[in-house]
C-alpha cells in the first residue's frame, strides 16, 4: 500500500507584480484542495523555490489548511535558514 507524503505545485511568475499573490494564493489553494481530497489535515510548506520564471511550492501534511500568510512567514524562515548554512560554510572555510 501506498501513501502520498509530499505533493508540489507550480506556475509561470507573472510579469505584472500586481498579480504575483494571486498566483501564489492559486497555488496555496490548489494544495489545500489536493490535500483535503487524500484526507490530510492540511498543509505544512516544505519548500519554495523559484527559477527562470517559474515558482513551486512543496507541501506536506499539516494541521490545518494553509494561507497566503502562511506561505509567506514559510519563505522567510527558508531565507533565514539559508543565510545561516551559508554563515556556517563561511566559518569552515
Given at each position: ?7 508540489a505545485v507550480g506556475d ?26 487524500v484526507g490530510w489535515d ?44 551559508e554563515a556556517e560554510n563561511?566559518?569552515?572555510?
Amino acid at each position: 500500500m501506498s501513501s502520498i507524503v509530499r505533493m508540489a505545485v507550480g506556475d509561470k511568475i507573472p510579469a505584472d507584480p500586481a498579480e504575483n499573490a494571486a498566483m501564489h494564493r492559486a497555488l496555496v489553494d490548489m494544495l489545500n484542495a489536493d490535500a483535503q481530497r487524500v484526507g490530510w489535515d492540511g498543509v505544512a510548506f516544505d519548500l519554495y523555490t523559484s527559477k527562470d520564471g517559474w515558482a513551486a511550492i512543496t507541501a506536506i501534511p499539516g494541521e490545518r489548511p494553509a494561507t497566503l500568510e502562511d506561505l509567506r512567514l514559510f519563505r522567510e524562515q527558508q531565507k533565514l535558514s539559508l543565510v545561516e548554512i551559508e554563515a556556517e560554510n563561511d566559518n569552515e572555510a
